[in-house]
């Protein structure tokens, strides 16, 4: 065989090799990813890291929940078995990804957790559990009507727990002092509209849209600065 030849059939079998270690040793998973993981490991942890409030509205089946936010956090994270994998989840991703750091500095080495949290796993119709019934909140014909109003209407799709989302809550009313006539807010709890959420298609957060006449013509998922929030106003004042 060509020298060439073999240092190619080398490079590839050590990349075919790295890929299969990186595949291994992937910590974020996708929501099919975290399932199939979920499956193939009866023994893991399942962890839900969200409120007790949050909890019982919806989770994964054979989860326990250990709330981030608690003053037990840290001595109910302790009382976790080392020696099993540990699959923690919440409701967007970013307070599981917190949990799981620190997981993982306590000396936990087989922590995944869930990219996208429950608003993915709800999206993609994956199969939950609930404690209590909740309420339906907003319908969709009645987001119809507050959007399709004379004004500019801005709707901030957001949760209580959601650090951007609080960051924006400022901003959100300046702009609307700024143009009372012209702009209103709609402001759409994510916790509290589960069933228009998903209608709606909301699977992050912070979310924002921007409707004229009732047509969806802005969005954004993310945080959005003050400045670029105006641009999108005047552009359709």
């Known amino acids: 065989m060509h020298v060439l030849q073999k240092i190619g059939l080398t490079i590839l079998a050590m990349t075919i090799l790295l890929s299969a270690v990186h595949a291994q040793d992937k910590q974020q998973l996708s929501v099919d990813e975290f399932e199939t993981k979920l ?10 890291v969200r409120t007790p409030e949050e909890f019982r509205k919806n989770h994964i089946k054979g989860a326990f929940n250990i709330n981030i936010n608690s003053d037990e956090f840290e001595k109910q994270v302790a009382a976790l ?14 307070r599981s990804a917190k949990a799981a750091a620190y997981m993982r500095k306590q ?3 087989k922590v995944y ?3 996208g949290g429950m608003m993915q796993w709800t999206a993609q ?4 559990e609930a404690s209590e019934k909740s309420l339906p909140g907003m319908s969709e014909a009645d987001f119809g009507k507050n959007v ?5 209407v801005l709707v901030d799709f957001y949760a209580k727990w959601c650090a951007p989302c609080k960051k924006m809550a400022p901003w959100l009313e300046e702009l609307v002092t700024q143009y009372p006539d012209q702009v209103t807010l709609l402001k759409i709890n994510v916790d509290e509209n589960s069933v228009l959420v998903k209608k709606m298609k909301v699977d992050a957060l912070p979310t924002l849209q921007l409707y004229k006449k009732g047509k969806k013509v802005w969005s954004k998922t993310g945080l959005a600065e003050k400045k670029e929030l105006e641009e999108k106003i005047k552009e359709n004042l």
């Open 81 to 94: 078995d080392k020696t099993k994998p540990i699959l923690v989840y919440c409701l967007s991703g970013g």
């Open 148 to 152: 399709d109003t004379d004004k500019i």
């Open 113 to 115: 957790e869930m990219d």
């Open 39 to 48: 499956n193939q490991t009866p023994e893991s942890q399942l962890v839900d």
């Open 125 to 128: 119709n994956k199969p939950f």
């Open 107 to 109: 000396g936990f080495s």
